[in-house]
Structures are given as C-alpha cells and as structure tokens.
C-alpha cells in the first residue's frame, strides 16, 4: 500500500503563494500518478494537477499558470506550487496516488485564501 501525507496548508492573502507538499511511503515503486484535488464547502471534489511518473504534467483550467506540480523522487515528494492565489482557491487540498491495482488518498490540508 502506499501512504501519503500532505503539508503546506495554511491562510494566506489574495494574490500570496503557498506550496503543498505530499509525502510518499509504502510501495512507492507502484506509483504511476501523483495528483492533487480540492475540495470546497458544499462541492464536489475536483482535479487540479497531475504528474505521471514519466513526469507527463497535466493542469485543470482553473490553476493553468498559476499553479506548478513538480515531484523529487529523491524525497518520493511531489509538491504544488500556488502563485496568485484567489479566495475561490480556498479548499482541502487532498494529494492522490495511483497504482494499476488501486488510488490511496491523504488526509487533506486546508488552504485558505482571504480577500
């Protein structure tokens, strides 16, 4: 199985930046994708960014130029890097990890972003 962790959350200002980490351990060799999503108050969860272990980066249209995902396998870490950040960014940032045979989520860091 794979565990992940993530850090990073926190309050910040419109227009601040923040950068979530997501820390792997367990079977980490069984990992093919690395992605993180948000969830808001009374929405649906939703991707934001993803990298695949040939390091195939995809973005949701909403975070496209503001947001980066970049992984250090040295540190079997991937991290998501928020610039200009906006209050409708305010979520529980939840990493994911996906294997051929199944997904394993983290717990989720709070991101908050006041106007």
């Known amino acids: 199985q794979v565990q992940l962790v993530e850090s990073g959350g926190g309050l910040v200002q419109a227009g601040g930046s923040l950068r979530l980490s997501c820390a792997a351990s367990?079977?980490?060799?069984?990992?093919?994708?690395m992605g993180w999503y948000r969830q808001a108050p009374g929405k649906q969860r939703e991707f934001v960014a993803a990298i695949t272990s040939e390091s195939i980066i995809n973005y949701a249209d909403s975070v496209k130029g503001r947001f980066t995902i970049s992984r250090d396998n040295a540190k079997n870490t991937v991290y998501l890097q928020m610039n200009s950040l906006k209050p409708e960014d305010t979520a529980v940032y939840y990493c994911?990890?996906?294997?051929?045979?199944?997904?394993?989520w983290g717990q989720g860091t709070q991101v908050t972003v006041a106007s």
């Open positions: 994911k990890g996906v294997t051929y045979h199944y997904e394993s």
């Open positions: 367990g079977s980490i060799f069984s990992i093919r994708v």
